[in-house]
């Protein structure tokens, strides 16, 4: 079983809809996750950042944690075309110095 | 601006050449990265250092090399060695210190092989 598990997709969208990308992990030590976004042919951006379980919400963008389930999510509401991206889970236990990354999830906002 | 740098953006070499690809940073962090990106296959991590003199492999070390001679700089050979090169590669640097190893990227060299 890989650490981290994502559906590359890629996922279509209309625009204005809420797009909805999660990983699954297996790791129970992991308290730190992050959502990175990537352009085609850019290094990735960090999008969001969690500490432990809940959820955290900026702007258009909500990310959720729930660690019983070892389930994350990344919400996108009232989606454009300028988010469509490639969407990239990370998450690390702390201290460790090395990040978990799923493989990407790739998102097109069709205008 | 602070941040991080790769150069080039675009790399082509020849069957049987060494390339260096370049990693700078003036983020004044001390933890540095390399990851190769092929589609489909996610972020794997090629070597990383904490520390000035000092780097370890990762999960696919073999034919790259590296040095950190300087805390700014940690540049990426691509040996001839390594049996499929072209793919996309990610710089990357860390503050220390920061529990959350949340880990800052670079824009990426894309190299092919000829």
């Known amino acids: ?111 | 601006d602070g941040g991080i740098t790769q150069s080039p953006k675009y790399l082509f070499r020849k069957e049987g050449q060494n390339v260096t690809l370049s990693c700078e940073q003036n983020l004044n962090h001390d933890a540095m990265y390399w990851y190769r990106q092929d589609p489909g296959q996610g972020l794997r991590l090629i070597y990383y250092s904490q520390i000035v003199n000092d780097f370890q492999k990762g999960d696919i070390a073999e034919g790259y090399s590296v040095s950190r001679e300087k805390k700014e700089s940690f540049p990426l050979t691509v040996t001839s060695a390594q049996k499929n090169p072209t793919a996309f590669y990610l710089c990357a640097s860390r503050r220390s210190g920061e529990s959350t190893d949340t880990q800052y990227f670079g824009p990426g060299t894309r190299l092919t092989v000829l």
């Open chain 1, 1 to 111: 079983q890989k650490e981290v598990e994502q559906d590359p997709g890629p996922l279509s969208v209309p625009e204005g809809a809420i797009v909805s990308l999660n990983c699954t992990y297996s790791n129970s030590a992991f308290q730190y996750f992050m959502w990175y976004r990537q352009y085609s042919r850019k290094g990735p951006e960090l999008l969001m950042y969690t500490y432990s379980s809940g959820n955290k919400e900026d702007g258009r963008f909500t990310a959720q944690v729930d660690k019983s389930s070892k389930y994350i999510s990344l919400f996108i509401r009232d989606s454009q075309p300028s988010d469509s991206a490639t969407y990239l889970c990370a998450m690390s236990a702390g201290g460790n110095n090395r990040l978990a990354f799923g493989k990407g999830n790739q998102v097109v906002v069709i205008p």
